[in-house]
């Protein structure tokens, strides 16, 4: 989708007047970026923090695929939470698990106009719904995929959409996961990369949530951020399949016991300094000292570490059985604020972080894929010489024309969204508040969908300025028959002619990798 900007901007310049809406964020360079305006101008847009916290209500068991609801089905109780969102001072949240097949319409709605960004994890524990890490090659599979485009149909629409997981901690240091996984991650980001670019109106970035184990994240870093294989020109295979962001899972700063030195700060700073995307926490807050305080948030990730990382998201909202809740949810749906939640509403409040604008960041984002590398970092990490495995051709088939997804979620232009709702709040204290939610007009997507369109192919265009990939060849280039392993097609019609009925091409595929380099 190479469509040049000033093309863009011309026809953005005739159109009457200017959308006043959520804007979506893209990236450039590590930084993601907040267009000021409909112009979308590089000279005003800002670099954007994530200042977020993990939404997770029921805890991690809380997901029923079965069950006709999700934790952004019920309007009522995304009311009640956009509001508290709003009192802690967070823009963004993340959830780990959701139906494709549920409304999200009146939750999404309510996040955007409330000023609230979603990070969304693509898969769930069933199975089915993600890779089974033990077994990578049996369970990346047209029926896995088929779900994790029906999830991004469901959601691509939003412009309140930051970013997707294609997993989470799916490499870790048990048995031989880090050795077998990692290619595999990079196939499913190859997948929904190709499936955003094809079937979604902007770039939706696609990024990885890594564990906290030191040497291994460093490692995983390094593999998934690359996309050369040379340092200087840009592998058009390793460019689509590479995360857009990275998220690192970590509970290293516990407030009241560490600091900058003893939690290992210091070595996030420098040794990810090298970053070419955006980094996050995607999950903080040790919880080993109670209440906590946070310190981390104003001396750390918004601190010493504000020119490295772009923010992240506290581990969680909700009260559950591991006691890292910010909130207390009692059987009746009202909310009561821990202590945790009093203090990182502070914490946030005492942060200044800079107003980079999108013009001062160099467009160079190119990363050196180097296998050597990375097993000095951890000697057990496969990298398979940063050979991927190949795309099923059902897999392909579905790229190409789609999941025939039903369920496209949008913003809801005719909904009154509730300033009120009929749950209780109540502070740290034990006062019950007066709870309004806030929407600020900025937020508020008017009906200008030209317009909003036009914008978000602008921010897709600039997002991939320095070497984006032509779409004949992002939507297919990986894509071919089932044996060979050089059978790059490079043109869309090559898809078109691949069987998709052959039976047994599961065993097949199983395990099959195919050379892409
Ligand atoms: C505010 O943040 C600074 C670090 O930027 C820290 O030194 C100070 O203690 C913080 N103040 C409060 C009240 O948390
Ligand atoms: C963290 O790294 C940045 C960029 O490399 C550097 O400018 C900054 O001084 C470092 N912060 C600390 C506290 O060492
Ligand atoms: C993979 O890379 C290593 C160096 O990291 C090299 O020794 C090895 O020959 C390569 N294997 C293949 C199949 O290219
Ligand atoms: C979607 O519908 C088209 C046309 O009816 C069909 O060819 C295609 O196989 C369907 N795709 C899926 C994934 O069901
Ligand atoms: C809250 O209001 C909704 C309608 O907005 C209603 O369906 C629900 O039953 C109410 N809940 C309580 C606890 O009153
Ligand atoms: C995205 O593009 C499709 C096809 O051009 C269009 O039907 C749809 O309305 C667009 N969605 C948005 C949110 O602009
Ligand atoms: C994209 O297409 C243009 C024009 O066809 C070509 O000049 C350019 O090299 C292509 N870029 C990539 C990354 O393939």
């Known amino acids: 989708m190479q469509i040049s900007k000033s093309v863009l901007l011309a026809a953005l310049a005739a159109t009457p007047s200017l959308v006043s809406a959520m804007f979506p964020i893209h990236i450039k360079n590590y930084r993601f970026i907040k267009p000021s305006s409909a112009t979308n101008s590089e000279s005003d847009n800002e670099i954007f923090f994530v200042k977020g916290v993990d939404y997770q209500p029921g805890g991690s068991s809380g997901y029923d695929a079965g069950s006709d609801t999700d934790i952004l089905s019920d309007p009522e109780i995304c009311a009640r939470d956009a509001y508290a969102f709003q009192q802690l001072g967070v823009n963004t949240v993340r959830i780990y698990s959701l139906n494709p097949d549920l409304n999200h319409d009146k939750c999404m709605t309510i996040f955007n106009d409330a000023g609230i960004y979603?990070?969304?994890?693509?898969?769930?524990?069933?199975?089915?719904?993600?890779?089974?890490?033990a077994d990578p090659s049996g369970t990346y599979d047209s029926l896995y995929l088929s779900r994790v485009f029906k999830f991004i149909d469901a959601f691509k629409d939003y412009p309140n959409m930051l970013g997707f997981f294609s997993g989470n901690e799916v490499i870790n240091d048990q048995s031989d996961y880090a050795k077998i996984d990692p290619p595999y991650?990079?196939?499913?980001?190859r997948d929904m990369k190709q499936y955003i670019a094809k079937h979604a109106n902007r770039s939706i970035p696609v990024?990885?949530?890594?564990?906290?184990?030191?040497?291994?994240?460093?490692?995983?870093?390094k593999y998934l951020q690359c996309n050369s294989l040379d340092g200087n020109k840009v592998n058009d295979n390793l460019d689509i399949s590479r995360s857009d962001f990275f998220g690192l899972n970590t509970y290293e700063w516990c407030s009241g016991i560490s600091d900058w030195q003893s939690s290992g700060y210091d070595k996030l700073n420098s040794t990810f300094e090298d970053a070419v995307i955006p980094l996050i926490f995607s999950e903080y807050g040790c919880n080993t000292k109670t209440p906590r305080t946070f310190d981390e948030v104003s001396e750390g990730l918004y601190g010493g570490l504000k020119g490295v990382f772009s923010g992240g998201l506290v581990y969680e909202y909700t009260e559950e059985a591991n006691n890292f809740g910010l909130v207390k949810v009692d059987d009746?749906?009202?909310l009561t604020y821990k202590d945790d939640f009093a203090n990182l509403e502070s914490q946030l409040q005492n942060i200044s972080l800079p107003a980079t604008k999108e013009s001062e960041l160099s467009s160079d984002s190119i990363y050196k894929c180097d296998s050597s590398d990375i097993a000095k970092i951890y000697s057990g990490f496969g990298t398979n010489n940063f050979t991927l495995p190949s795309?099923?051709?059902e897999i392909a088939n579905m790229i190409n024309y789609?999941?025939?997804?039903?369920?496209?979620?949008?913003?809801?232009t005719d909904y009154a969204v509730p300033t009120t709702f009929n749950y209780t709040v109540k502070n740290n204290k034990g006062d019950t508040v007066s709870a309004t939610i806030f929407y600020d007009k900025a937020n508020a997507l008017n009906k200008l969908d030209a317009t909003t369109t036009a914008v978000a192919n602008a921010v897709s265009t600039s997002q991939s300025s320095s070497h984006s990939v032509n779409s004949s060849s992002s939507a297919s280039s990986s894509v071919g028959s089932s044996t060979s392993s050089s059978s790059k097609s490079k043109g869309a019609a090559n898809v078109v002619n691949v069987?998709?009925?052959?039976?047994?091409?599961?065993?097949l595929f199983a395990g099959l990798i195919s050379a892409l380099l």
């Open 118 to 133: 979603a990070i969304l994890d693509v898969n769930s524990g069933n199975y089915g719904e993600s890779l089974n890490r």
């Open 185 to 189: 991650i990079r196939a499913v980001q």
């Open 207 to 221: 990024g990885y949530s890594a564990a906290d184990n030191t040497d291994l994240r460093l490692a995983t870093f």
């Open 332 to 334: 009746s749906g009202s």
């Open 391 to 393: 795309q099923p051709a």
């Open 402 to 412: 789609g999941v025939n997804g039903t369920n496209t979620g949008k913003i809801l």
């Open 499 to 507: 069987p998709i009925d052959q039976s047994g091409y599961l065993a």
